[in-house]
């Protein structure tokens, strides 16, 4: 019995850690660059850098919804596939200044001076979490082997 409860423990911390992870992250690239650290504004025009901080607010709100999946689905195997797709996720989050829109051209610019680096930052640190989180899901899961099914109805 003490193993079970331990194994359920286990299980709900790291639901729970993951939970406040997608949860911080998501809050923080979803706002961040348009109050915390803020990406180029101008009168003018419309700068590409504003663009990807719009996009980044989808990627922000594909973390929350992350969060609230991982609060729901308890099993192992769940919050294995929602872990990779929250690794994707923040390819895309990487993505967005780095390939698909971009930012102003001169690097003295708010955009890559300090919104950009953080966004790397965060994006890096959620994804190196999320790595581990896999990794360490998968060595928990119980492999079923294929004449093994349904020994135990």
Request: aromatic content about 12%; charged content about 15%; glycine content about 10%.
């Amino acid at each position: 019995m003490k193993a079970t409860k331990e194994r359920g423990d286990t299980i709900l911390k790291n639901r729970y850690l993951s939970a406040i992870i997608y949860l911080a992250y998501g809050l923080l690239i979803a706002v961040g660059p348009q109050t915390l650290f803020k990406v180029c504004t101008s009168e003018a025009s419309t700068m590409k850098c504003y663009w990807t901080s719009r996009g980044e607010i989808g990627v922000g709100v594909l973390f929350l919804f992350n969060a609230v999946i991982a609060l729901v689905f308890k099993e192992r195997q769940n919050q294995r596939l929602i872990s990779i797709f929250g690794f994707g996720a923040g390819i895309l989050a990487l993505a967005l200044p780095l390939y698909l829109i971009g930012g102003c051209g001169n690097s003295k610019m708010p955009c890559n001076t300090t919104a950009f680096p953080v966004i790397y930052l965060l994006t890096g640190l959620v994804l190196v979490y999320i790595v581990l989180n896999v990794v360490y899901l998968t060595a928990k899961i119980k492999v079923i082997k294929p004449g093994k099914r349904f020994e135990n109805f």
